[in-house]
């Protein structure tokens, strides 16, 4: 018998560091770490031993002697892994902070921002003894991209959530949710009583296409309707055109699949998961029957993770469309699937989209269509979207041998009353602190915020998650990016580098006078509560409550 890792691993590692044999990887001092879709076990080297099944945050991993049939796959898949990477190397060197000695007195940590980087600098920090850290929210309720970005069908990923829930609930931890950085209180206030302030805001913009119509009505970014469907309460009063058959998504990631598959899912499905009523409603009433989402790449370059792929090949009712002639490779893209270079899980890609080419579809069912080596280059309408025109795309050599998508010269007209693109998160600027606007991200080293002029560090401001490295990765990409600032933060301390603070109480009181609605653990506790308890009278986990009005009055 050997464990599998299955579709929800969001690779946290903490799996990795519990295992006694070193079977599982990529970890995260391997190159592969920063960019694999999962984690995988080696059959060969695993001795069932059942450790990492206890520590695994989201339930992802099973015996193979009970995996379902869904599940199956990632058998071939975790092996696969090990074919291209054989295990040679030992046990990793992971990131550990050293204790502090008590003649240097408490560490004051302010950490804004309250999703999964955030969380786990946290985690990170209240490991080790005489460090506090106060946790800043704008939003009266915690965890970021996980509440408000995780699709509903997911519940898994969102167990996530209960290691954070212990981490931010500990005694040294002062949670301030409901207090925006900027207009509650200043970065220089953050500074004044804290010896570091480390910023784990998250990517809170969206891409432009940047094409002539793109600001038609019925053309939104794609993390507008994921915010308005998970109960967002900036989002919930947005409304979406879903009267049309078919909607269109620009971009192929995992963001785009989510998308497509709440868009055909039966809202009877949904009405069972955490998805916001007014969504529910709104779905309940939809005409979408198709759902097209448009790749510039072919399926080699595809965006989307292999367990998003395969979890959308098995929608009960839903065909999935690929024309034959979009998922055949170009010569380049054939040889370089075919060669020694290539990662089993590109392999994999292509192989199911192939699988899919070959399906025959039944009549009357709603249809996901995966095009390839297309591009939107106008929106049309006339006061609001009504079609689109795709340039066709061809894959080439490049002189430095890299294969890129080129317009053929080729288009083509696509009617739909929906348009939402979904080509990436883009961080944006944060009052008083640096900002680098042609990357979206806080600039930095290693975590160290950077000073623009000097190109030194700024003392005490530090970054982590996605607005330290741009929207990359996956929820448990942020355990090791967050370990490496807090390190870095840590030493700074320990070595002096850091001004020594006011006293805390004082900041209690400014809090306060400036933002009297604030929320600490406990009233977030209250407001989980409510959403629970609302939750089971109709068998669901939890009913969302979508205003800040709803949220302060239960966290009262």
């Known amino acids: 018998m050997t464990y599998v890792i299955t579709q929800p691993c969001c690779n946290d590692a903490s799996c990795v560091t519990v295992c006694p044999v070193n079977c599982i990887h990529p970890t995260p001092d391997e190159k592969p770490f920063a960019t694999t879709e999962m984690l995988y076990i080696d059959p060969d080297t695993c001795i069932d031993c059942g450790a990492c099944v206890d520590e695994c945050p989201v339930d992802a991993i099973y015996p193979d002697i009970v995996i379902s049939e869904s599940d199956e796959p990632y058998l071939a898949i975790n092996a696969d892994f090990y074919t291209k990477h054989p295990i040679g190397r030992g046990w990793p060197e992971l990131v550990k902070l050293p204790p502090l000695s008590p003649e240097l007195g408490t560490l004051r940590v302010a950490i804004v921002g309250s999703g999964p980087a955030a969380c786990y600098a946290t985690r990170e920090l209240t490991a080790v003894s005489g460090i506090e850290v106060d946790l800043f929210d704008r939003l009266p309720t915690p965890y970021g991209l996980v509440r408000a970005g995780v699709a509903p069908d997911h519940p898994g990923t969102k167990r996530v959530t209960e290691l954070f829930r212990a981490a931010i609930g500990a005694r040294s931890v002062h949670c301030h949710f409901n207090v925006e950085v900027g207009r509650d209180i200043s970065h220089a206030e953050l500074l004044e009583y804290h010896h570091a302030v480390l910023y784990a805001v998250g990517a809170a913009g969206d891409r432009r296409l940047g094409v002539p119509g793109e600001d038609l009505r019925g053309s939104h970014a794609a993390t507008e309707f994921v915010a308005w469907y998970n109960g967002h309460p900036g989002h919930a009063d947005r409304t979406f055109d879903l009267s049309g058959e078919r909607a269109v998504i620009v971009g192929n990631g ?163 009353g929906l348009v939402l693109r979904s080509i990436g998160y883009r961080g944006t600027p944060v009052a008083d602190v640096p900002f680098d606007a042609r990357r979206g991200v806080i600039p930095n080293e290693n975590g160290r915020v950077l000073d623009p002029e000097t190109g030194m560090p700024l003392r005490g401001v530090y970054v982590a998650g996605w607005i330290k490295r741009g929207p990359s990765g996956v929820i448990g990409t942020n355990k090791y990016c967050s370990a490496e600032t807090v390190a870095l933060l840590v030493d700074d301390f320990i070595s002096g580098r850091l001004a020594m603070p006011r006293e805390r109480d004082q900041l209690d009181n400014l809090i306060a006078e400036r933002q009297p609605n604030a929320v600490d653990f406990q009233g977030w506790q209250r407001i989980d509560k409510a959403e629970r308890s609302a939750g089971a009278a109709s068998g669901r986990p939890r009913t969302k409550l979508t205003s800040i009005e709803s949220m302060l009055a239960a966290a009262r």
């Open 254 to 416: 995992n963001v785009a699949l989510d998308v497509a598959r709440i868009l055909v899912t039966d809202p009877a499905i949904l009405a069972k998961t955490d998805m916001a009523e007014h969504a529910l409603d709104a779905l309940r009433r939809s005409k979408v029957r198709e759902v097209v989402i448009l790749g510039r790449r072919g399926p080699a370059q595809a965006a989307y993770s292999n367990p998003e792929l395969l979890a959308l090949g098995q929608m009960a009712d839903v065909d999935i469309v690929v024309d034959a002639r979009e998922a055949t490779l170009d010569p380049a893209s054939r040889a370089f699937v075919d060669g020694d270079e290539a990662e089993p899980s590109t392999r994999l890609k292509v192989r199911q989209v192939e699988r899919f080419a070959a399906r025959t579809l039944e009549s009357g069912r709603k249809r996901i269509v995966l095009r390839f080596l297309v591009s939107p280059v106008e929106l049309f309408g006339d006061d609001r979207v009504e079609s689109m025109r795709l340039a066709r795309n061809t894959m080439v050599t490049d002189e430095s041998g890299a294969i890129r998508a080129k317009p053929s010269g080729e288009t083509e007209m696509l009617q739909t």
